[in-house]
């Protein structure tokens, strides 16, 4: 089974996900699934602005689409974004995790469950505490967990959450992370 | 609602519940979206307070506990105008257009859950003076038919999301308008039903439509339901469509995987609007 890469974080780590997309390679092995806190009523804008740097391809998927290694998929807006076991993913509208939809616990809780040791999370930074529930799931099947310095965000809630949770893996710079992301490849 | 719950389901437990409510009850819970159900019973376990076991257990031969279980699965609507810019053009071109046309149109809510775009379809209807054009059916999933109930209550959070997306839709007058106070929330006088038939439907075994309909709101409802059964869901709800009639879905699903996709073409992708195509009867 080939690995997932999971980041979630606020729309404040926008500037960050643009360096991280830009800087994996074309043909990248695995898919890689965005959980970032957006507006609700904006749809159009994120994608196109997202893809101007990545040399993957950027999309929102629809509910059922098949996970395909060397896409970057976004949680569309007001939608939850589910993993599969099946290696689908399923949108939902059920309530707001953590005063998000899409929220970070709940793509990296069900990725954690369908990818096992297999998924690798990061966490960004963020002004809630979305996403520390996601990355002790990870941790506990298995999964790799990376978080953001805390010193090198601009809002460190959610890295800090997410540390005080679950003893991570690494806590890196933006170079460090994307050090990793493409040795791992 | 918190997420933070320890008591998770393995794959093997999802397949003993499926047996038990095949064997007990006779429903196929195989056919709803496994990821999202998984999370829904981990809630209520974790609501019971009770291990997977005696959870079963409960299931099998209480049926008040059964019930309440089955009670806690629909998934809730939580707003109304939902993406406004949809029901702009249901106004403003849509409705209109299906109208001029027909004269008298039909339109079909499959599963009307909580009631959100039925009382946004109302609204819309009612203000474009276009309510005496349409005759509209409802599905009801849950056991009780909404019609029976004198109002529906929202909480106050629902009603501050949905005036938002109201203001979207019609920045010149206001949701509040349609709205009752009531503690910790507000209400939608039912009166606004009149004229609208209900009649339960059960998605896990939909039956065959008689094509009747020129326009069906199915939004966020396939979501819930396994790619089989989208199928299924598809194949009725195409079966439903008169002649060119139309289909609207929620914005990030669609009929592309499904078996009977060669029945409609997408007329309106950013709005999820597709067609049924002419058939040979």
């Known amino acids: ?185 | 609602m918190p997420f933070n719950q320890e008591n998770i389901l393995g794959i093997s437990d999802l397949r003993r519940l499926y047996e038990v409510m095949r064997e007990k009850h006779r429903q196929d819970y195989s056919h709803y979206a496994a990821t999202s159900l998984k999370r829904r019973i981990e809630k209520f376990i974790a609501d019971e307070n009770i291990s997977f076991e005696v959870f079963l257990e409960k299931i099998s031969e209480n049926q008040a506990f059964l019930r309440s279980f089955r009670d806690s699965l629909p998934v809730k609507g939580t707003e109304l105008f939902r993406d406004p810019s949809l029901w702009r053009l249901l106004r403003d071109s849509v409705l209109p257009s299906l109208i001029k046309k027909d004269n008298l149109i039909r339109i079909w809510i499959p599963d009307v859950s909580t009631g959100e775009d039925l009382l946004s379809l109302l609204i819309v209807l009612k203000e474009s003076g276009l309510r005496n054009s349409v005759l509209i059916d409802c599905g009801y999933n849950d056991f009780e038919n909404p019609a029976n109930n004198q109002e529906i209550l929202y909480s106050s959070s629902h009603r501050e999301i949905s005036s938002g997306n109201y203001k979207r839709y019609n920045d010149k007058s206001d949701l509040e308008n349609y709205f009752g106070e009531t503690t910790g929330g507000y209400t939608f006088s039912t009166k606004l039903f009149k004229g609208i038939s209900f009649s339960p439907i059960n998605l896990l075994r939909p039956e065959k439509t008689k094509p009747l309909y020129n326009l069906i709101l199915c939004r966020n409802i396939l979501l819930y339901y396994s790619q089989q059964q989208h199928d299924r869901l598809t194949t009725v709800l195409a079966d439903a469509l008169l002649p060119e009639g139309l289909l609207i879905l929620g914005h990030y699903e669609t009929i592309s995987f499904s078996r009977d996709a060669g029945r409609y073409r997408s007329i309106n992708e950013t709005e999820t609007i597709y067609q049924k195509n002419m058939e040979n009867a």
């Open chain 1, 1 to 185: 089974m080939r690995k997932i890469v999971i980041i979630g974080g606020s729309a404040g780590s926008f500037q960050i996900v643009t360096q991280i997309l830009g800087s994996l390679p074309t043909n990248y092995p695995f898919p890689v699934v965005l959980a970032l806190h957006r507006l609700k009523h904006v749809r159009h804008g994120f994608v196109e602005a997202l893809s101007i740097k990545s040399k993957l391809p950027v999309k929102e998927p629809f509910d059922k689409e098949s996970i395909k290694a060397g896409n970057v998929y976004l949680a569309p807006a007001n939608y939850h974004l589910m993993v599969d076991v099946a290696h689908t993913f399923s949108l939902s509208t059920e309530d707001q995790v953590q005063h998000s939809r899409p929220s970070i616990d709940v793509t990296f809780a069900t990725a954690a469950f369908a990818y096992r040791q297999k998924t690798i999370g990061v966490i960004l930074s963020g002004a809630n505490r979305d996403g520390a529930y996601g990355i002790k799931k990870i941790k506990e099947y298995g999964g790799v967990a990376l978080v953001q310095d805390p010193e090198t965000c601009q809002i460190q809630t959610m890295t800090q959450a997410a540390i005080t949770e679950t003893s991570v893996d690494y806590i890196l710079d933006v170079n460090g992370i994307i050090k990793y992301l493409v040795e791992i490849a």
